[in-house]
């Protein structure tokens, strides 16, 4: 079931909105928001994959609303529905999926939604081959290494590359981290906007601030962050 959540200011069009969504196998509203504090309180519990989001929010702009949720999940499917096409332009450089204009029409929303089906089905069969590979192609500037996955320790984001660590050596790369998540199993997680983490190396995890705890792993001296949300997960893992 692909997750949606619902952000705009009338309430009406929210309930418009939901039931056209909900007409379509496959798709769930599991949340609703009517500004952009609470849409963005709402998006990193519920963490839908496709958001519908107005481009005024009560005076608020949905198109940076936009913006710090796909800096939370880049892979997330913004779709600009709103009665402002003269936003358009600005809407596609925060890479909308969509932009719909109001009022909208049942048909036009169903193509949109079947499109994100079709595109969400190709990264699925794309990451499961991915994933079961058991080497991690990396690109250099005028190179290309391939690292066995199992070896990987740690992925880190740093002054916009990216390093990944194994205990004997450490591959600098521009690849983002959210290219190479798809390409990992679930051995790995992402705990934290600039790490990935190898579950199978890690040796301690200890409190680090109110939000975040650092991972410690063998047989490196390299340690790694994992936000509250993520330990929880982390735990269950485990339990």
């Known amino acids: 079931m692909i997750k ?13 909105l939901s039931k056209m969504v909900e007409k379509v196998d496959g798709f769930e509203v599991v949340a609703q928001a009517d500004s952009f504090a609470s849409a963005v309180q709402e998006f990193s519990v519920k963490r839908p994959e496709v958001v519908f989001v ?4 009560n005076g608020d702009s949905g198109l940076e609303c936009a913006k710090v949720m796909t800096n939370i999940d880049s892979k997330l499917k913004v779709i600009f529905a709103t009665a402002h ?8 450089e925060i890479y909308a999926f969509d932009y719909l204009v109001k009022p909208f029409d049942m ?9 994100i089906q079709e595109t969400m089905d190709i990264q699925e069969v794309q990451h499961a081959i991915d994933g079961d590979r058991d080497r991690l192609l990396i690109k250099g500037k005028e190179q290309m290494i391939f690292v066995d996955k199992k070896d990987i320790v740690m992925i880190e984001r740093v002054d916009h590359a990216t390093n990944i660590l194994t205990m004997e050596q450490t591959y ?6 959210a290219d190479l998540e798809e390409k990992l199993n679930h051995n790995f997680m992402r705990s934290h906007k600039s790490y990935i983490i190898n579950l199978e190396k890690i040796s301690s995890v200890e409190p680090y601030g109110r939000w975040t705890h650092i991972v410690k792993f063998n ?4 340690t790694a ?3 509250s949300q993520k330990y929880d997960e982390l735990k269950e893992k485990f339990e």
């Not at 107005?54 to 929010?57: A, E």
């Not at 600098?172 to 981290?177: F, I, K």
């Open 172 to 177: 600098r790369t521009s690849t983002s981290l």
């Open 219 to 222: 047989g490196i001296q390299d």
């Open 225 to 227: 962050l994992i936000t």
């Open 4 to 16: 949606v959540m619902i952000i705009e200011d009338e309430e009406h069009i929210r309930k418009i």
């Open 107 to 115: 048909e036009r929303v169903h193509k949109t939604l079947h499109r």
């Open 54 to 57: 107005d481009v005024d929010l």
């Open 85 to 92: 096409s003269e936003y358009m332009a600005n809407a596609f």
